[in-house]
């Protein structure tokens, strides 16, 4: 049974299954002041994508992402059952095509054998599919079992093109809340109006679960404890600087193709190749033992598969 992370059981239900559930969230005041506070402190206009996570001033992402618990405190009270914040930061997409997100997994920030970690994804202005709404890939979050971090490819990233045909586009008013598991593919087109598409993003993870990196090394993938305050002291781009470590993990890591996507994801079984014709073979054919024939790479990641 899996964890419970909404107080609503029926969209606790629905967040589980689904990987995403989409509800009221900030009230008008609560949106306003995010809204104005963006304004304030970013009079120019850019291109493309931009978040206030990425800066490289503490003290500017430390103050709004202060000003960002202030104002989600109410909410995510109501929402949340024994869930701890960690905090926040705007993500706001200008118009142009540098805005582009392919579908995507986020990284794994807990130990997911355990415990499941969310964004809240609150836009502070109505979203289309005109100024890059998010699109979510439904129940796309149970698919495989992965780690994913800074260095660690999700399995899905050679085929983000294709698998976009099968996201939803979710339409949201300003203030509601799309909240989402880590591990469900989503994306957002470009913004092709003159106007920023302005949202905050928030991470929120079970109170019981301990925060976790995760970080390739000479083909080696290893799990490192972790904590809110490297997220804001550090580039973590840069790898564990310093966080201390648990373990290797035996882990390759999958990379999906078009048709194992639609086996995994719609089930449908890959058409058999059809044969070439042949001449009449010289030699007695050979048996080919069952040892001797490789697990696909396939197989590996349905061996994988989780939940
Ligand atoms: O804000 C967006 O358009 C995308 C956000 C996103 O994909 C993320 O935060 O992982």
């Known amino acids: 049974m899996a964890i419970r992370i909404l107080n609503d059981l029926q969209q606790d239900k629905f967040l589980d299954d689904e990987g995403y559930a989409v509800i009221p969230f900030l009230n008008a005041a609560e949106t306003k002041i995010l809204v104005d506070l963006f304004h304030e402190n970013h009079p120019e206009t850019k291109e493309g994508l931009y ?11 430390q103050r709004l992402n202060d000003e960002i618990l202030n104002q989600f405190t109410r909410a995510t009270a109501e929402t949340f059952f024994e ?3 960690l905090g926040g930061s705007y993500i706001v997409k200008y118009k142009g095509e540098k805005g582009v997100l392919y579908p995507h997994q986020d990284w794994n920030i807990v130990d997911e054998d355990f415990y499941r970690s969310f964004n809240i994804w609150v836009p502070l202005v109505d979203t289309n599919d005109e100024n890059g709404a998010l699109a979510v890939l439904p129940h796309s979050h149970k698919l495989i079992k992965s780690y994913r971090g800074v260095n660690i490819a999700d399995p899905f990233y050679k085929v983000n093109g294709y698998t976009w045909q099968y996201h939803k586009t979710v339409h949201m008013k300003a203030g509601e809340a799309l909240i989402y598991d880590h591990r469900l ?21 079970p109170e019981k679960a301990e925060m976790r990196y995760y970080y390739l090394e000479n083909g080696i993938v290893s799990e490192y404890e972790n904590n809110v305050d ?3 002291n550090n580039d973590i781009l840069k790898g564990p600087q310093g966080l201390k470590k648990i373990k290797d993990i035996d882990y390759q890591i999958p990379v999906v193709t078009e048709e194992e996507f ?8 890959p058409e058999p190749k059809k044969a070439e014709p042949q001449s009449p073979p010289e030699q007695p054919e050979r048996v080919v033992e069952p040892d001797e024939i490789n697990k696909s790479l396939f197989q590996k990641i349905m061996d994988w598969m989780s939940i």
């Open 51 to 61: 978040a206030t996570a990425h800066s490289s001033s503490k003290e500017f992402k």
């Open 83 to 85: 869930c701890r914040p």
């Open 185 to 205: 593919l989503h994306a957002s087109a470009v913004n092709q109006t003159d106007a920023p598409r302005l949202a905050v993003v928030f991470g929120i993870i």
């Open 230 to 232: 490297f997220f804001f």
């Open 262 to 269: 639609d086996e995994l994801y719609l089930g449908k079984k």
